[in-house]
């Protein structure tokens, strides 16, 4: 009820496509009662969390941000929900993002941008200068990052306790950073993808995005393992884990991929990421410089298997079996064309167009096949550098803190998607976990993050290795005055500890 | 001259086309040869043949598998292509078409892809096929067949052609369009259904031997039960592509000619193709590559709308589907679930004696004609109920056979009905061969038994044997009395003698003894 009520007061964020109220009050009370029985479901009894608005969930509208889904309610649960709500979650709503996840910015959602919380925090508020008095308050808020905006969004402004995102090339741990939470984007087939709505079903994974890394384990907990529905997860078994306080870190040996020092890398990040390195260092973990040497390739190779994917799995929208279709009904095929004009933007549509030019018969050897050779020399460029003993590589997440909106979309979408997922793609790649750690504040107030990118497979020691730099780093508080004024009554009302007084 | 060639090769084609299964194209080519000097043409057949495959859920979904059930009442939401749905393997087709794969000689991929090949229609609901288009399943067998020359039963030959590929795919749903209120309905139970697509290299030369090769391949698919390829209820699917050149040079561009269902029509098409296009090039004409349709009522194939024009399908492989693994006894690993894994010698081991083993044993067994072996097999049930038959009876296997090919299926034949639901059953025939072999009644008594049997009365033989006197008449005194009958009818010589007992046996209804008939006879006669 409290998250409901701070849902509702922070409604500006924009974080929300759908909150479902009714349905939450209900599990809530249920949870309630299995407590006051001494039987919760597990240790996620009870919480509250929010999904992202590309997986499916019975009963509450699953619209992708588009048009084409808009009103769209799925017969099916996602497994990742399923497991979920099986475990006594408290499912709040779903959260924005660009439509079908195609973006950098959660600002490409026919719902509108998302905010990120950060914009309204005292820390951001007393640092950023307004360039002109002229210039409007509220028009110097900044973008969420994407595409899972809307998730880390309402992890941020506490809305939540944890929410789900998909990562492809970086959706996770992108907001993530721009949002100062844990972005986790988990091995490629550990978590079941049946019920995403998928943008590359060969990168897809569903990401977990929490306020501390132990959160994250916890949810990865819940959410890991074979799924019959889904054949690209690992048949072996997987083991919950609980995080163990790292002491220790001189066995630990620290990859810095230098290709990582990529062009329009901000001086404040990189000064972070040394900073980082030190701290490593200093504690006596090994701290070597590695070469990645095909990252460079990776971004355009990503755009070419991204968009050929998209075009396929967006074929199936025509308007027939399921969502937005045309009044024109001169002809099928012309039905097909006016629905998917109408049903996805220009982001969506110009994607579906270059797919298509890359699947072309003339074409799929000269860019397809290509960039699939591409790939597998990126992931073989992991797997040599694993295979030379580095446990863990240390690299930015983003190359500067977020922008506001007014700059961000001065740059179209493409764009924005080749700058913004330079850091993070490569991890989807090759398939391997990435999280993302809050670090530090930029001079402006807002949050910095630094990813980790481990072995396949190896969340375990990736997140303990997480959890020890959590530690040492003391990411601080967001100050969410508005909020807190915003929700007065509210919090007059309730004197329980909140997840926010909680946490502080 | 030209004009006079036409004609010929028309009218010859007509005959063709009347007596299916008759004269050879071949010959009639070096007809034209030896008559008009013309350079002959050679023509090519290549078959793509779909064959559904029998399993109770389809290939990627759990939905069940039914032939006309209720519009859209077996449609999971993988089938519907609701957005977030995979594709999870089903077993039993990949077991179906290592079995195929095994019985057509086919080299089994140890590992293979699965693809997707993209176009928009209504019935394709995901706007791609899940198919195999780089590493299908199967590679590299050969189907032998046999055929008869001149449609003489007793002078077969046996062809092969070879198998380029056999691939896992999905099948679409089923569009009907409403033309009146100008709508397109579409039923999804067929969606996702699971297809084998074998595809026949073009070393066949006219419609016989087509249909010829699809029909062994039926028969092989119903014994394996990895299809119950009944053409009818759309399980087999036959798509041939059709071109004809002069012998030494390339092959001409080729026509696909689609919607083909059944055996006949298949043979129909194909010919009427072969012709349509040497007409077409003799007269100055082109062939175009274009997708023709069979229009079985009017005998000949038409264009066919095409789609959307030239298509480029965008393959892409499926990222849903990890590589279909097979493994055998050597490289089976020792720590897998054996549901889940495949094994490709153990499926091989298991395989059922295929139609052609079938009937070298059947000749060999019992003594019949090849050619009869063929007969048995084609029909289904109808091996069984002959080997059933033998080991109810004394006759030799060598005179049931002509009672079952003669008889029972020239009977079946007549009133379109299956060995199934034959009204004389094995053990019925039986029964009535038996009494002929012991002499009780004549072979013309027989057949006049098999009638009354057929008409499923529920009687015995002996029943109708009884009531409808058929007895052998072993009664000299009676025999002699029909006989004085007879002669002072007839007066005659010798050469009469089988018309006169031809009569003796009209008048007792054909339950005389021939051969007393045949002494009392001469007796008179000498007299």
Redesign the interface.
């Known amino acids: 009820q409290r998250c409901l009520s701070l849902i509702k007061s922070t409604k500006f964020l924009n974080a929300y496509i759908t909150v479902a109220e009714e349905t939450a009050l209900k599990q809530a009370e249920e949870s309630e009662k299995r407590y006051k029985r001494g039987q919760p479901l597990g240790v996620l009894d009870g919480i509250p969390i929010a999904v992202k608005d590309n997986?499916?969930t019975a009963g509450i509208e699953?619209t992708?941000a588009s048009n084409m889904?808009k009103g769209y309610i799925?017969?099916?649960n996602?497994t990742v929900v399923q497991k979920l709500l099986d475990q006594g979650a408290v499912l709040l709503g779903k959260t924005n993002l660009d439509e079908f996840a195609m973006g950098s910015g959660s600002t490409d959602g026919v719902f509108g941008p998302v905010r990120n919380p950060w914009s309204y925090s005292r820390q951001y508020k007393e640092k950023s200068v307004p360039k002109s008095h002229s210039e409007d308050k509220d028009s110097n808020w900044v973008i969420t990052g994407g595409s899972s905006g809307g998730s880390a969004a309402a992890v941020s402004s506490f809305t939540c306790f944890a929410a789900l995102g998909s990562d492809t090339g970086g959706s996770t741990r992108n907001p993530a950073a721009h949002c100062g939470v844990v972005g986790l984007k988990p091995t490629y087939g550990l978590i079941s993808?049946?019920?995403?709505?998928?943008l590359?079903?060969?990168m897809d994974v569903p990401g977990i995005l929490t306020r501390c890394v132990d959160d994250a384990a916890v949810v990865l907990g819940s959410l890991a393992g074979h799924d019959?529905?889904?054949?690209?997860t690992i048949?072996d078994n997987f083991k919950p884990f609980e995080l163990s306080d790292l002491t220790d870190v001189s066995k630990l040996s620290i990859g810095i991929p230098k290709e990582y020092h990529a062009p329009g890398l901000s001086s404040e990040i990189l000064a972070l990421w040394s900073k980082a390195a030190d701290l490593f260092k200093n504690a006596g973990a090994k701290v070597i410089e590695v070469s990645l040497p095909h990252t460079r390739y990776s971004i355009v190779c990503y755009h070419v298997l991204c968009t050929?994917?998209v075009?396929?799995n967006?074929?199936?929208?025509?308007g027939?079996?399921?969502g937005h279709r045309s009044d024109m009904n001169k002809s099928?095929?012309s039905m097909?064309a006016a629905t998917r004009r109408e049903g996805f933007n220009d982001v969506v549509r110009g994607r579906i167009l270059s797919g298509?030019y890359f699947?072309?018969?003339q074409n799929?050897e000269n860019y397809?096949i290509k960039a699939q050779k591409v790939r597998r020399l990126i992931a073989n460029d992991f797997v040599k550098v694993f295979g030379s003993g580095v446990d863990i590589l240390l690299t930015p997440t983003t190359l500067s803190d977020a922008i506001p909106y007014m700059e961000f979309i001065k740059e179209d979408n493409r764009t924005r998607s080749a700058q913004d997922d330079i850091l993070t793609q490569a991890a989807n790649m090759a398939g391997l976990p990435a999280i993302n750690v809050p670090t530090a504040l930029s001079e402006r107030g807002l949050p910095v993050g630094l990813q980790f990118i481990g072995r396949s497979f190896q969340e375990k020691q990736l997140l303990t290795v997480a959890k020890w730099f959590e530690k040492q780093v003391k990411f601080p508080m967001i100050q969410l005055d508005e909020v807190k004024r915003h929700d007065h009554g509210v919090f007059q009302h309730q004197k329980s500890a909140s997840f926010l007084e909680h946490r502080t | 001259m030209s004009g006079s060639v036409l004609q010929y090769c028309s009218t010859t084609f007509a005959i063709t086309l009347c007596l299916w299964g008759h004269p050879y194209l071949n010959s009639i080519f070096l007809l034209f040869f030896f008559f008009f000097s013309l350079t002959p043409w050679v023509p090519v057949v290549g078959l793509e043949i779909h064959a559904q495959i029998s399993s109770n859920s389809k290939l990627f979904s759990g939905s069940q598998v039914q032939f006309a059930a209720p519009p859209n009442s077996l449609v999971s939401?993988f089938d519907?292509?609701?957005?977030?749905?995979?594709?999870?393997?089903n077993r039993r087709c990949v077991e179906a078409a290592v079995m195929t794969g095994l019985a057509l000689n086919c080299s089994i991929n140890k590992k293979s892809l699965f693809d997707?090949k993209?176009y928009?229609y209504?019935d394709l609901?995901?706007?791609?096929q899940i198919t195999q288009q780089r590493v299908p399943i199967a590679v590299n067998g050969s189907l032998s067949y046999s055929l008869c020359i001149d449609n003489k039963m007793s002078q077969m030959v046996t062809k092969t052609v070879r198998i380029k590929q056999i691939q896992l795919e999905q099948d679409s749903g089923k569009s009907l369009h409403d033309d009146v209120r100008s709508q397109?309905l579409?039923d999804l139970n067929r969606a996702g259904v699971g297809l084998m697509e074998v595809v026949m290299e073009p070393d066949m030369c006219c419609g016989e031997e087509a249909a010829a090769a699809v029909r062994e391949l039926q028969l092989i698919l119903q014994t394996l039960g990895s299809s119950q390829a009944v053409m009818a209820e759309g399980q087999l699917r036959v798509d041939a592509n059709v071109s004809v050149h002069h012998p030494g040079e390339p092959y001409g561009v080729r026509t696909e000619v689609k919607n083909i269902n059944s055996i006949r029509f298949l043979a129909k098409a194909v010919d009427y193709e072969i012709e349509r296009q040497i007409e077409e090039l003799e007269s100055g004409g082109t062939i175009l590559n274009e997708t023709r349709a069979f229009d079985s009522k009017l005998g000949c194939t038409v264009p066919m709308r095409d789609k959307e024009g030239k298509q480029?399908y965008?393959?892409?492989p499926e990222?849903?589907?990890?590589p279909l693994i097979l493994y055998n006894a050597r490289s089976l690993p020792a720590n897998m679930n054996h549901q889940?894994v495949v094994n490709i010698d153990w499926i091989h081991e298991r395989l059922p004696d295929l139609p052609s083993v079938k009937r070298a044993k059947l000749v060999e067994q019992y003594g019949i004609l090849p050619e009869h072996s063929f007969t048995l097999l084609n029909e289904a049930g109808l091996t069984e109920f002959f080997e059933d038959v033998i080991k109810q009876t004394q006759m030799k296997p060598k005179k049931v056979i002509g009672w079952i090919l003669n008889d029972l299926l020239s009977y079946l034949k007549q009133h379109s009905l299956t060995v199934k639901e034959s009204p004389v059953s094995s053990f019925l025939l039986a029964d009535l061969l038996n009494r002929l072999e012991k002499k009780e009644i004549s072979s013309t008594a027989a057949k006049q038994v098999f009638a009354e049997l057929w008409k499923g009365e529920g009687k015995t033989p002996l029943e109708i044997v009884k009531e409808k006197k058929l007895q052998l008449i072993q009664d000299q005194e009676d025999l002699e009395r029909i006989c004085q009958a007879v002669m002072a009818i007839k007066s005659g010589n010798r050469k009469v003698l089988n018309k006169l007992i031809g009569l003796v046996q009209r008048e007792t209804q054909g339950r005389s003894n021939p051969v007393l008939v045949k002494q009392l006879l001469e007796k008179k006669l000498s007299e």
């Open positions: 997986f499916n699953t992708c889904l799925s017969p099916y996602a993808r049946h019920g995403l709505i998928p590359v079903n060969s019959p529905k889904d054949s690209t048949q050929a994917e075009a396929s967006m074929a199936r929208f025509d027939l079996e399921y099928t095929e097909y298509n699947l072309l018969k799929y397809f | 939401f519907a292509s609701l957005p977030g749905t995979l594709p999870v393997l997707r993209h928009f209504a609901p995901a706007g791609y397109t579409v480029d965008r393959f892409m990222p849903n589907l990890p889940q």
